[in-house]
């Protein structure tokens, strides 16, 4: 057997100096001094929201184990509007619309249109009766409480949703924003932003309905609807990419 040798190298560092004495010629060298970027962070109001947006995004109900990847619509969402509808009704219902469509930058968007056959979210307006025979599952989901709406959607293999339904009772645009956020994608907002006094809540998604979109509520469907946010990813894949998005403005919260 070969003796296992080990050659050191040795390295020799060669410094070249001027021939010159004459200090004149000595030209001292300035450092520029290193320009450290502060490495920017999330405030708190920023972290706030991430939770927020993990809980309305990725839970149905306060009572629900939520959705293992995020949901959303990848083609134009097709609203019909059925039953005894007031011409007002219609009329606020797209300009409702349009305030959605505000805040998408992913390429679809919201709009009504005349008929069943060409819409993919179906609202019937009426007396809870007006669903028993249409929908029974919604109808049995109900039950006895008092709703003024419900809302189901359905997705495919990807987790794109691809049909909705809802149930309105009345002529109330804050019903029918909180019913359309369950059709696409949103579940109800976290006790921290709804309290029972509704006019002290702080999203639309709350069971207290608010009138308003808040700036969560904005910043949520505007996350949702981004195209930096693609459908089926788990939130631990989604967290860096929401934490980008705030950090570089895109999306604001405060």
Known sequence: ?????????????????????DAENLVPIEMEPEIIEPVKSLTAKQLEFIDEYHYVTFNLAPDSYGATVNEKW?????????????REYSTQVETALNKFNDLLSD???????????ESNIHLIFGEKESIREVWPDMFEAIGNV???GYALYSRNGNF?????????????????NHELGHTIGL???SGDFCERDFSRNQSFMCSFLKPDFSVFDKAIIKTLYSPEVEVGLTF?????????????DVILVE
């Open 146 to 148: 008092n709703f003024t």
């Open 74 to 86: 990848g083609t134009d969402v097709k609203l019909f509007l059925d039953g005894d509808v007031p």
């Open 236 to 248: 631990s894949q989604l967290k860096p990419i929401l934490e980008e998005l705030l950090l570089t």
């Open 160 to 176: 794109n949703i691809t049909r909705g339904r809802i149930w309105v009772k009345n002529v109330s645009i804050p019903l029918f």
């Open 107 to 117: 390429g679809i968007s919201f709009q009504l249109v005349a008929t069943l056959q």
């Open 187 to 189: 579940g109800h907002a």
């Open 1 to 21: 057997m070969k003796p296992f040798k080990i050659s050191i190298g040795w390295f020799f560092l060669v410094l070249v100096f001027s021939c010159s004495t």
